[in-house]
């Protein structure tokens, strides 16, 4: 995978510092260039701009990136957690039922 995105907190300003980087040939890296997120308020009938703009041929890496960068943050997709919360419950129904008919003490 080309594209890393590391994820900092900064006790400092409390708040998370995201770099995203790229490797390129020759061993080199290259490093997205910091962005101020600024916000405008919209009345019902403004148009917007893109915040961000990633170009196709680049996205599903770096979507993959970022999804692996989330998860060493313990962020998961909601479906991901429930699924997880499925399967932890049915392991424990399972658990049961070999007590039940296997007569086994706890």
């Known amino acids: 995978m080309p594209f890393k995105v590391f994820i900092r907190q900064c ?13 390129i040939l ?12 600024e916000w405008k308020e919209l009345s019902q009938y403004d148009s917007c701009q893109p915040t961000l703009k ?6 599903r890496e770096l979507y993959k990136a970022l999804q692996l960068a989330l998860e060493q943050q ?5 479906s991901t957690s429930k699924m997880e919360g499925i399967l932890e419950a ?5 658990k ?8 086994e003490d706890k």
């Open 74 to 78: 313990g962020i998961k997709p909601d």
């Open 96 to 103: 049961d039922m070999r007590r039940l008919v296997f007569k």
């Open 11 to 23: 006790i400092e300003t409390d708040s998370d510092e995201i770099f995203i980087t790229e490797e």
């Open 54 to 59: 990633i170009p196709g041929m680049i996205s």
């Open 90 to 94: 049915t392991k424990e129904h399972l």
């Open 26 to 37: 020759n061993h080199k890296r290259r490093v997205a260039l910091p962005m101020k997120l």
